[in-house]
């Protein structure tokens, strides 16, 4: 069974940078996988944050950016703000019809 | 753009529900859509795609069977018919829109809860 993984927490000082990764179990993530990134706060849906690797939802902040990195999908966080402490899920297509979410990053900002 | 959904609520074990989510503010039959569950204090979980046609539907594997997706592109509305729902089901279900396409979650819903419990 393919699984993917996040880190369970990271923490990240005011100003500072952070970068969240989103490993696959079966092997490397690469611009294939399409993979995107989203944020949810406690009772609110989730918002997508970037989709295809690094393309930036509309009104995403630019401290926001995706990558690929040591074969994992990678989200950094670029000057971070108060406001940015959520959790963040990665999700990766990883086959015909199947899309896997990773089980999330909680992020605190202190 | 706006994804309004409706039909959870409290359900025995083995009984069925079915959930809707209307679509406005964007050109519902042009986009494929999404269904993704969380389960109380767990992450997210990918449940079902439908085309923007109806013509093709995936499913998770913890489906096996039981759910249903569905859309009605003259009433801009998604559906998901649950049946045989055991306590696991238990989750917020929210509905998301892909665009063209695309692979991603673009807009989603406000989630509706499904409670299976005797």
């Known amino acids: 069974q393919t699984v993917v993984t996040q880190e369970p927490s990271f923490s990240v000082s005011p100003g500072g940078t952070v970068t969240l990764t989103c490993a696959l179990s079966?092997?490397?993530?690469?611009?294939?996988?399409?993979p995107s990134w989203y944020r949810q706060t406690p009772g609110r849906p989730p918002r997508t944050l970037m989709f295809?690797?690094?393309i930036r939802s509309p009104g995403v902040p630019h401290r926001f950016s995706g990558s690929i990195l040591d074969s994992r999908a990678a989200l950094t966080i670029t000057g971070a703000q108060a406001d940015d402490e959520s959790d963040y899920f990665c999700v990766l297509y990883v086959g015909v019809g199947v899309w896997l979410f990773g089980g999330g990053t909680k992020v605190t900002v202190l | 753009v706006q994804l309004v959904q409706s039909g959870g609520g409290v359900v025995q074990p083995g009984r069925s529900l079915r959930l809707s989510c209307a679509a406005s503010g964007f050109t519902f039959s042009s986009y494929g859509m999404h269904w993704v569950r969380q389960a109380p204090g767990k992450g997210l979980e990918w449940v079902a795609f439908t085309s923007y046609d109806g013509r093709n539907k995936y499913y998770a594997e913890f489906v096996k069977g039981r759910f249903t997706i569905s859309r009605d592109n003259s009433e801009d509305t998604l559906y998901l018919q649950l049946n045989s729902l055991g306590a696991e089901d238990t989750a917020l279900y929210y509905c998301?829109?892909?665009?063209?396409?695309?692979?991603?979650?673009?807009?989603w819903g406000q989630g509706t809860l499904v409670t299976v419990s005797s």
């Open positions: 079966s092997g490397s993530v690469s611009s294939r996988h399409f």
């Open positions: 998301a829109n892909s665009p063209g396409a695309r692979t991603h979650f673009d807009s």
């Open positions: 295809d690797t690094n």
